[in-house]
């Protein structure tokens, strides 16, 4: 982990943001490449004197939360082909240096250019919100997109399986439900669509008809290809394959959902989009037509905005899933609470903090038999990252 020079010196321009970098236990194979080290920036925001101004960077001396108020912890970790890159997430950020006014500058942050940077800015404001009220992140957020339901204590979710060998894939997929997961998101498309049947093949001759098995393809199909894969997976009992085209290829995700010439018509692979959402919307998505939406906040431009989409796919009859972009603690706690505040969720891609090797702090979230306890307020976790508050 490094540090940024604090930007600024004195009470009024408190501002900085601190750099880090995180290497994985190892790679993550996908079709796209393999993700190796998570890059990305920690964000506070303090609340000042009457309350009346924020500042934005660091908090104040001494204790975890200021005297004017709480101090919010968000996280903006882009990964480009979901977000902005690290370079224009790091001058939207800069961006935000000295700011110091009486209404919080989100608006100065674009959800579509710069979704990480402003996911870290939401989710801060949202922490320092809710800690401010005693209350968790996760009912912060679900009263103001609107939902009457408690948010969940626990929420399901799903073991994350990279590209390998069909021995190695199948081994690991035993190893996740030995650890308790029922469902498991295998990566596929990263070798050729015989290769891949045969290691989902081995997987579900592994682990049973009682796992519920993803496989996600990253974009890596064209649409001929997608067709002879879903209709080979069709035999595994797939809950869904995700992002079988590329991300902008909406017609092809529509038309791969009709019967298209199918040879066995009865035997259908639902599909979930996930690129197409961070590319395009929820809205061209939901009109386009899917069977679920993978929503990263991350990538959507905060906590508040996926959880608001993953509404829209429950009022259109779509299934959300909520995942992280294998994010720092901060950011994978925030996904936690949204996925917490959207009513019977289905499982969620959430179990990535053990494909890091390190973190900036303990993980709050511990997973028992595939379920991830959200944890107790106030804001993202009670006390749980005073250390990174005081920084
Ligand atoms: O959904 C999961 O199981 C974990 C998250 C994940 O797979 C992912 C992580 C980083 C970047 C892209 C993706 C993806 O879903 O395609
Ligand atoms: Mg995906």
Redesign the pocket.
Known sequence: MTDDDPRGGGPRRAVRHRSFALDLTRP?G?A?GE?RRREGFLIAVERRGDGAEWAIGAGGAGGADGAGGSVGLGEATP?P??TESREACAAALDGLDGRAESQPPLAALDAESTPAARHGLSLALADAAARDAGERLSDRLADEAGIDATPADAVPV???VGDGSPEATAAEARRAVEAGFDCL?L?VGARDVDADVERVRGVREAVGDAVALRA?A?GAWDRETARRALDALAAFDLAYV??PLPADDLDGLASLREDGGRADPTASVPIAA??SVAAHGIDAVLDAGADAV?L?PMALGGPDRALAAALRARSAGVDP?V????DAVIARTAAVHVAAAVPDVSP?????GSLLDEDLAPDPCPIDDGRIAVPAGPGLAGDAFDDLRRR
């Open positions: 993550l996908t796209a993700i990964l082909g979901w799903n073991a994350t998101k990566k996600d990253n995700e992002q996930d690129e993978v990263k899933v995942t992280t972009t294998i969620c891609g959430l179990a990535t």
